[in-house]
């Protein structure tokens, strides 16, 4: 397996030019995040995973992870790899300073978690699950939780989990069985859980589990959900460690990829019962835990991008190394370097620009997450709140698909070579592919895309996008030959997602709509990544022409890449398109015995 280099100058094109940085610079508590302060930041951020977490990917992968005598024991090095992280104050970036957070806007942590999950995605699985359960509890906790658990879990102290999954329960989460019985000032809950993430490990001494259950009085269906606090070890009125609670994990599951994260069944309550606390009110848990299942769907989409540049990274250098064949219009018997031929190329170009799109769009969400959450004007809050609903699902699942398609792509450059394990590509696709299925599988993204935020509104969000789009397609117009070869790619693109998204709309909720939703998707997200390719390269465009253009070759090669885009990508927008509007119509033609 190469080396990881972050792409740091990608990083901050990205944030400075895409993102908005400068607007998020303006909000309050953002005003020290200067140009400077993030470029340090990212160093720091991308020197720690590539000289601590990356070198125990392909270790941690080979090990995995083992339940020995009911605990959880990590891959060697992982524990004290954890420990550096929270030493460095890496799990504290994004939250409250008021429990111990240093505060940095979600755009820029969103940057550095982009670097930990490239580095080690198995290990960054801890923290990612830990800042969902903060966000939860810092949204939803009372005061009291709040003191309790969350200074040890921003610290990193403490972890946090997400408990929804059960064996007879997977995505339907009206089917969910575990109980919460009310005994005094807590509950006692019963049940299994299973695919939990880093349910049991040996990285810190309390895990703060997060865990939905249903009470006796409640009825069937999501509505009588609640959801409970279930730490492993109960914790007193001063803040320390107590007794050990009932509950412990009973199996590891054997994966595909990520071997190093422990995907732990868990058992609460076969002594007598858990004990649990109450977060918000009885029959709301699954509002709650939508904050904690958001948050991860957005840091799903970017284990999409960092996969897919650590993936990318893996088969450029290869190409870079390996002699095989002449190069094309050379006579001569001397082999060259397999990145001198066209279709591989082809293939890294088409990594490259894939992962530059979808790092486009993490970011972009990310920064409209930092508007949504800080602006002083309510109602600009409030629009940007729209437009951040809107792009999650997309974030989520486009990403991940790309990543997974960048995956199989790196193995395809290395040969054969690529199936061999030594390479180390086959385990980022492995790594990869469980992306597309978990926070809600991509299909289940679409259908959320489609039917809450497109045709609850009739589509008044799409459209607002869709015309953002426009203006920049207009601004293109008046710009270079290259830029006005972008400028026709996005204006067909643009034209086939305003139509598709009319289409939807006009037909409104069933089965022709729903049949729609994943090719729907797909072309958003194809635009959508198109959209932000061009305003890169507006930006790198206007850039070069200043007086004294720093890093014109990064410049120049953002012009490439998106011509690339606009060339080999957007060109996918039409046949979407077609997919949606008939695409679906034969979805129930077919009868159950023919299938």
Same mark, same amino acid.
């Given at each position: 397996m190469s080396a990881y280099a972050p792409p740091i100058r990608d990083m901050i094109f990205a944030l400075t030019e895409l993102a908005g940085l400068s607007e998020v610079r303006d909000l309050p508590g953002c005003e020290e995040m200067t140009p400077d302060l993030v470029v340090a930041v990212l160093a720091e951020a991308g020197r720690f995973g590539s000289e601590v977490l990356a070198p125990l990917n392909a270790s941690g992968d080979r090990e995995g992870c083992v339940l020995e005598n009911g605990s959880v024991r990590t891959p060697r090095g992982f524990p004290q790899a954890y420990r550096q992280f929270v030493d460095g104050g890496w799990n504290s970036v994004a939250f409250d300073p008021e429990h111990g957070g240093q505060g940095l806007p979600w755009a820029v942590s969103t940057a550095v978690a982009e670097i930990w999950h490239s580095s080690n995605m198995a290990?960054?699985?801890?923290?990612?699950?830990?800042q969902g359960a903060i966000e939860l509890l810092q949204t939803h906790g009372s005061?009291?939780?709040?003191?309790?658990?969350?200074?040890?879990?921003?610290?990193?102290?403490?972890?946090?989990?997400?408990?929804?999954?059960?064996?007879?329960?997977?995505?339907?989460?009206?089917?969910?069985?575990?109980?919460?019985?009310?005994?005094?000032?807590?509950?006692?809950?019963?049940?299994?859980?299973?695919?939990?993430?880093?349910?049991?490990?040996?990285?810190?001494?309390?895990?703060?589990?997060?865990?939905?259950?249903?009470?006796?009085?409640?009825?069937?269906?999501?509505?009588g959900l609640s959801l409970f606090i279930v730490p492993k070890f109960l914790v007193g009125d001063d803040g320390r460690i107590g007794a050990r609670n009932d509950l412990r994990c009973i199996k590891l599951e054997h994966k595909l990829g990520i071997h190093a994260s422990p995907t732990a069944v868990m058992a609460?309550?076969?002594?007598?019962?858990?004990?649990?606390?109450?977060?918000?009110?009885?029959?709301?848990?699954?509002?709650?835990?939508?904050?904690?299942?958001?948050?991860?769907? @957005?840091?799903?989409?970017?284990?999409?991008? *960092? %996969?897919?540049?650590? #993936? !990318?990274?893996? /088969?450029?250098?290869?190409?870079?190394?390996?002699?095989?064949?002449?190069?094309?219009?050379?006579?001569?018997?001397?082999?060259?370097?397999?990145?001198?031929?066209?279709?591989?190329?082809?293939?890294? @170009?088409?990594?490259?620009?894939?992962?530059? *799109? %979808?790092?486009?769009? #993490? !970011?972009?969400? /990310?920064?409209?997450?930092d508007v949504a959450r800080r602006h002083p004007d309510p109602a600009i809050r409030r629009e940007r709140q729209t437009l951040v609903d809107l792009l999650i699902p997309v974030v989520k699942a486009w990403s991940t698909d790309v990543g997974i398609e960048v995956a199989s792509m790196g193995i395809q450059v290395h040969g054969g070579m690529g199936y061999i394990e030594e390479t180390g590509a086959a385990q980022h696709l492995r790594d990869a592919r469980i992306t597309a299925i978990y926070e809600g599988t991509n299909g289940i993204q679409a259908n959320d895309l489609v039917g809450r935020k497109v045709l609850r509104d009739?589509?008044?969000?799409?459209?607002?996008?869709?015309?953002?789009?426009?203006?920049?397609?207009?601004?293109?117009?008046?710009q270079n030959a290259n830029l006005t070869a972008v400028r026709t790619r996005l204006g067909a693109g643009v034209d086939a997602l305003d139509t598709a998204t009319n289409w939807l709309v006009e037909r409104g909720p069933g089965t022709e709509t729903a049949a729609a939703a994943y090719p729907y998707l797909r072309l958003f997200g194809t635009v959508a990544g198109g959209w932000l390719m061009a305003k890169a390269a507006l930006a790198a465009d206007t850039l070069l022409a200043a007086a004294d253009p720093t890093d014109e070759r990064m410049l120049e090669t953002k012009l490439v890449s998106a011509r690339f885009y606009a060339?080999?990508?957007?060109?996918?927008?039409?046949?979407?398109?077609?997919?949606?509007?008939?695409?679906?119509?034969?979805?129930?033609?077919?009868?159950?015995?023919?299938?």
């Amino acid at each position: 397996m190469s080396a990881y280099a972050p792409p740091i100058r990608d990083m901050i094109f990205a944030l400075t030019e895409l993102a908005g940085l400068s607007e998020v610079r303006d909000l309050p508590g953002c005003e020290e995040m200067t140009p400077d302060l993030v470029v340090a930041v990212l160093a720091e951020a991308g020197r720690f995973g590539s000289e601590v977490l990356a070198p125990l990917n392909a270790s941690g992968d080979r090990e995995g992870c083992v339940l020995e005598n009911g605990s959880v024991r990590t891959p060697r090095g992982f524990p004290q790899a954890y420990r550096q992280f929270v030493d460095g104050g890496w799990n504290s970036v994004a939250f409250d300073p008021e429990h111990g957070g240093q505060g940095l806007p979600w755009a820029v942590s969103t940057a550095v978690a982009e670097i930990w999950h490239s580095s080690n995605m198995a290990f960054a699985l801890c923290p990612m699950l830990t800042q969902g359960a903060i966000e939860l509890l810092q949204t939803h906790g009372s005061p009291e939780q709040k003191a309790r658990y969350l200074p040890r879990m921003v610290s990193g102290e403490w972890t946090g989990t997400m408990n929804l999954t059960e064996p007879q329960a997977g995505s339907d989460l009206a089917a969910v069985r575990t109980r919460a019985v009310r005994e005094g000032d807590h509950y006692r809950v019963t049940g299994q859980k299973i695919f939990i993430t880093h349910g049991d490990h040996d990285f810190t001494d309390n895990i703060v589990h997060m865990v939905l259950a249903r009470t006796p009085e409640a009825g069937n269906g999501v509505r009588g959900l609640s959801l409970f606090i279930v730490p492993k070890f109960l914790v007193g009125d001063d803040g320390r460690i107590g007794a050990r609670n009932d509950l412990r994990c009973i199996k590891l599951e054997h994966k595909l990829g990520i071997h190093a994260s422990p995907t732990a069944v868990m058992a609460f309550g076969d002594d007598g019962g858990a004990i649990g606390y109450l977060v918000g009110e009885e029959g709301r848990g699954l509002e709650c835990m939508f904050t904690m299942m958001n948050n991860a769907r @957005l840091a799903v989409g970017l284990q999409g991008v *960092a %996969i897919a540049e650590r #993936a !990318y990274q893996q /088969a450029r250098d290869y190409a870079r190394e390996r002699l095989q064949g002449r190069a094309p219009g050379r006579s001569d018997a001397e082999s060259v370097a397999i990145i001198h031929h066209p279709d591989v190329r082809r293939m890294l @170009l088409t990594m490259k620009t894939k992962t530059e *799109a %979808i790092r486009a769009l #993490a !970011y972009f969400a /990310a920064g409209s997450i930092d508007v949504a959450r800080r602006h002083p004007d309510p109602a600009i809050r409030r629009e940007r709140q729209t437009l951040v609903d809107l792009l999650i699902p997309v974030v989520k699942a486009w990403s991940t698909d790309v990543g997974i398609e960048v995956a199989s792509m790196g193995i395809q450059v290395h040969g054969g070579m690529g199936y061999i394990e030594e390479t180390g590509a086959a385990q980022h696709l492995r790594d990869a592919r469980i992306t597309a299925i978990y926070e809600g599988t991509n299909g289940i993204q679409a259908n959320d895309l489609v039917g809450r935020k497109v045709l609850r509104d009739g589509g008044a969000a799409a459209r607002k996008l869709i015309a953002a789009m426009r203006s920049t397609e207009g601004i293109l117009a008046h710009q270079n030959a290259n830029l006005t070869a972008v400028r026709t790619r996005l204006g067909a693109g643009v034209d086939a997602l305003d139509t598709a998204t009319n289409w939807l709309v006009e037909r409104g909720p069933g089965t022709e709509t729903a049949a729609a939703a994943y090719p729907y998707l797909r072309l958003f997200g194809t635009v959508a990544g198109g959209w932000l390719m061009a305003k890169a390269a507006l930006a790198a465009d206007t850039l070069l022409a200043a007086a004294d253009p720093t890093d014109e070759r990064m410049l120049e090669t953002k012009l490439v890449s998106a011509r690339f885009y606009a060339d080999n990508v957007l060109p996918h927008a039409p046949a979407l398109l077609a997919a949606v509007t008939s695409g679906g119509e034969m979805v129930t033609a077919m009868g159950e015995a023919e299938f």
